[in-house]
């Protein structure tokens, strides 16, 4: 995690045998000092061009002059559309395992060596931020719905998630409605002079 300096996002359609998302990471193990801490995030998903003949999946290039501007928006190291700058930790969380006790025929939780045992069915995870205590997390996410739960530390694994378009998401919003009934209205128009021609 300390070594990523940026990760690209990079139009679909680019390579021959695949259609899914494909990024570059960029590494460094000698970040420049204003890069410490952070990673770049870079939209450049609508910088391409269509290709005049696909090949397989391959439908889209990347011309030399968004290969430049790309190159531009990571050397400038600053917010803007294209470009979002965020701590390290912010992709990072905690999985942890929640547990809730096994109840014996009595209602009471089933002990083994003095201990609670865990209920797999009720078992559940939750996914702690690296920026937050996970015991004031639990205490305010989980112990309000579940006071007998309890975390077992043992299976605690660190992850990291980046969710791209929620940073670089654009809301659109809908036509009003007025213009859709129009659309709609035309259409028909279009439908009942196309059926009187082919009935006359």
């Known amino acids: 995690m300390t070594c990523w300096e940026a990760i690209v996002a ?5 390579f021959y045998n695949t259609g899914i998302a494909t990024y570059i990471w960029v590494l460094s193990n000698k970040k420049a000092p204003h890069r410490k801490g952070k990673v770049q ?6 910088m391409y061009e269509k290709r005049r003949k696909s090949l397989g999946n391959k439908r889209n290039d990347i011309p030399r002059h968004y290969i430049d501007e790309i190159t531009r928006i990571y050397g400038d190291f600053k917010e803007n559309e294209f470009s979002k700058i965020f701590d390290n930790e ?3 969380y905690a999985k942890i395992v929640v547990e809730r006790p096994l109840l014996g025929k009595d209602g009471k939780p089933v002990l083994k060596k003095g201990e609670k045992q865990p209920d ?3 078992r559940d995870t939750e996914n702690v931020p690296l920026t937050e205590d996970i015991g004031t997390y639990f205490a305010r996410e989980v112990l309000p719905f579940a006071p007998d739960a309890w975390i077992d530390k043992n299976k605690t694994k660190i992850g ?3 969710p ?8 659109t919003p809908p036509k009003p409605s007025s213009e859709i009934m129009a659309e709609i209205l035309e259409i028909e128009k279009e ?3 196309a059926l009187k021609a082919v009935f006359e």
Request: glycine share 10%; no cysteine; hydrophobic share 40%.
């Open 10 to 14: 990079l139009p679909n359609d680019l």
């Open 191 to 193: 439908l009942d002079g």
């Open 90 to 92: 912010k992709f990072g």
């Open 120 to 122: 797999v069915s009720l």
């Open 164 to 171: 791209f378009t929620r940073y670089f998401y654009k809301y």
């Open 41 to 46: 995030l870079i939209n450049a998903n609508g």
């Open 160 to 162: 990291y998630e980046i």
